[in-house]
């Protein structure tokens, strides 16, 4: 969608209040959201987390209400591309649907996949599965590095837990060896 300019949302800033009524999506241009659910006692889980390029609020694109609130996890620029926008963008480039297409149904499988873990995973192959996940390709001596960096929070968040379980889980692996936990 070119031509398109976005807003500047400070980290922690709300942009999307899960429950309420939209009729666009978000593309991030630059930072980072979290894709996310919370309950009363704070307890959080994180449905996922999209940097540039990736959008978030194509649910609501139905008419329906928001599943998940967004919120910046850094500075972020997000541009707002209201319905009736995509729709004109998708006539002029219906490719564009198919990709936008593809990249919903990837989410509905990565939803699928969190479902079947948070049923049939222990806590443990969970974080491993995660760290697995999120860790960039081998380097020379075979050793894996995640770039992103993560609080033992953040861990639990995505992999429904608590903070504790996740400070056991991550001692006990880098203790045997697994992982080595570098602060900052």
């Given amino acids: 969608l ?3 300019l976005g807003n500047k949302h400070a980290s922690g800033t709300v ?3 899960e429950g ?3 009729d666009a999506l978000y593309l991030v241009l630059a930072g980072r959201v979290k894709a996310f659910s919370d309950d009363a006692r704070g307890r959080e889980v994180v449905y996922g987390v999209y940097g540039p390029g990736e959008y978030f609020g194509e649910m609501s694109l139905d008419g329906g209400p928001r599943s998940a609130s967004v919120m910046a996890v850094e500075t972020t ?5 209201a319905r009736q926008t995509l729709r004109e963008h998708i006539v002029e480039h219906p490719d564009f649907a198919f990709e936008l297409i593809a990249r919903v149904i990837r989410r509905a499988r990565m939803a699928t996949t969190n479902a079947r873990n948070m049923a049939l995973l222990d806590v443990y192959g969970r974080v491993v599965q995660l760290l697995d996940g999120l860790a960039q390709p081998p ?3 075979g050793s894996r590095m995640v ?3 993560l609080t033992h929070g953040d861990i639990a968040a995505r ?3 608590s903070r504790e379980m996740v400070s056991r889980l991550l001692k006990d692996l ?3 060896g697994y992982v080595d936990v570098q602060r900052g």
């Fill in 159 to 161: 992999v429904g837990c």
């Fill in 174 to 176: 880098e203790r045997g």
């Fill in 147 to 149: 770039g992103e960096r």
């Fill in 2 to 4: 070119p031509g398109i």
């Fill in 139 to 141: 380097q020379a001596d």
């Fill in 77 to 81: 620029v997000c541009a707002m591309v």
């Fill in 15 to 17: 942009i999307i209040e």
């Fill in 20 to 22: 309420s009524l939209g």
